[in-house]
Nanobody, 124 residues
Framework: QVQLVESGGGLVQAGDSLRLSCSVS????????MAWFRQFSGKEREFVAQ????????TDGDSVKGRFVISRDSARNTLYLQMDNLKPEDTAVYYC?????????????????WGQGTQVTVSS
């Protein structure tokens, strides 16, 4: 049984940094393509960043390019999202997701496993 557990969210001020973690159990993280999504209140989930299982290539959403970096530690079976220069508009619940090893998808519907989410709140 695959489980994803996010951690690292919290309340910060604009300009601060946070690092989110997503611990994967039940299967090797390296056997998946992994992604971060976020959900604003009352909105659909938005793509943040993705790392492809087969190549390690990363893709970032337009709103976070140059500020957020996705990475993985296969030895720890953990996915990370380093978030720098946070803005109030980054306030959302952040989810990690696991999908097909070869996938480069930015669509939440194409991911098979999800964590419970972690709240990030950025004050101005």
């Amino acid at each position: 049984q695959v489980q994803l557990v996010e951690s690292g969210g919290g309340l910060v001020q604009a300009g601060d940094s946070l690092r989110l973690s997503c611990s994967v159990s039940g299967r090797s993280l390296s056997s998946f393509s992994m992604a971060w999504f976020r959900q604003f209140s009352g909105k659909e989930r938005e793509f943040v960043a993705q790392i492809r299982g087969s190549t390690g290539r990363t893709t970032d959403g337009d709103s976070v390019k140059g500020r957020f970096v996705i990475s993985r530690d296969s030895a720890r079976n953990t996915l990370y999202l380093q978030m720098d220069n946070l803005k109030p508009e980054d306030t959302a619940v952040y989810y990690c997701a696991a999908g097909d090893y070869y996938s480069a998808s930015v669509r939440p519907g194409e991911y098979d496993y999800w964590g419970q989410g972690t709240q990030v709140t950025v004050s101005s």
